[in-house]
């Protein structure tokens, strides 16, 4: 009897222990999956971020290419259009290739835009600028709806009322702005900015 006893007992034991090796064992598998897991994650993050940085680099890239065909104003680079058309079709191109129509903040960008605009778009009398009053009649904000601080309008204008919302840059008023109606086709500028 006490060997039945200590037999049991022993297996009791044994069945124990096998239940204690299997719960760690299971314990061990878990967190080993947890550390997969989280590898897996981390390593996600890291392809995240690469790849944000190889979009960074092309974007850079491509920026560089605009100013080789383009030209470098402080931080902008200014690209003439091959063709003309409408206000709204020359934003969607500019938009297109990474940038907006150009937008002078101040005199010595509008002088540089005028200086780049005579040597790209020789002939050409005037272009579409990133600014228009489509929203509010009279309140001119920049294609991205930012409020403007400088304004660089001809004598009597603007003066379209609500059927002139879009502004066009004119090289014969020696960089003077005029709203215009947005169907008009013109040339334009598109203007990226650079890092």
Known sequence: MAQTGFLIFLLISLFL????????????????????????????????KLWQEVNSLKEMQALQTVCLRGTKVHKKCYLASDGAKHFH?????????GGTLAIPRDSDETNALREYAKKSLKGVP??????????????FVDVNGMV???FNWDRSQPNG????????????????WADEVCRTVKRYICEFLIP
């Not at 222990?17 to 981390?42: F, N, P």
């Not at 609500?162 to 960089?175: I, L, W």
């Open 17 to 48: 222990l096998d239940q204690t090796m299997g719960q760690s064992s299971s314990k061990a598998r878990k967190h080993s999956k947890r550390r997969v897991k989280e590898k897996d994650v981390d390593l996600k993050s890291q392809i995240d």
């Open 126 to 139: 005037d272009f579409w600028l990133g600014v228009a009053d489509m929203v509010n009649e009279g309140k």
């Open 89 to 97: 079709e020359a934003n969607e191109d500019c938009i297109a290739k």
């Open 148 to 150: 403007l601080s400088y």
């Open 161 to 176: 009322g609500k059927r002139e919302n879009c502004v066009s840059f004119s090289q014969s008023a020696q960089g003077k």
